[in-house]
């Protein structure tokens, strides 16, 4: 069973950081794509960053400049860095990753369970 565990949400005060992490684990042959996502209450769930497996980037306009993606692909985990957060950052963060079973198998889409992350003003 492939699961992705997240960690490192928490309170923090406006202009704080805090660094999300997110663990692949369960049998798999490969991970191409990962990302972070978010949701405010009431809100659809929104892209935040994505790295693809060679390491290109891409942020929401919301958060560039103030968060980072990066990932380890030994450990096969995926990380966000942020910084300078606004109250406006709160949200339930989510991983995501896109994941081949074994070598002939399609890509599947994975989510985590999230990781509550308030930002107080």
């Known amino acids: 069973q492939v699961q992705l565990v997240e960690s490192g949400g928490g309170l923090v005060q406006a202009g704080g950081s805090l660094r999300l992490s997110c663990a692949a684990s369960g049998s798999f042959f490969s991970i191409n794509a990962m990302g972070w996502y978010r949701q405010a209450p009431g809100m659809q769930r929104e892209l935040v960053a994505t790295i693809t497996s060679a390491g290109s980037t891409n942020y929401a306009d919301s958060v560039k400049g103030r968060f980072t993606i990066s990932r380890d692909n030994a450990k096969n985990r995926v990380y966000l860095q942020m910084n300078s957060l606004k109250p406006e950052d709160t949200a339930v963060y989510y991983c995501?990753?896109?994941?081949?079973?074994?070598?002939?198998?399609?890509?599947?889409?994975?989510w985590g369970q999230g990781t509550q992350v308030t930002v107080s003003s």
């Open positions: 995501n990753a896109d994941i081949r079973k074994f070598s002939v198998s399609p890509l599947r889409n994975y």
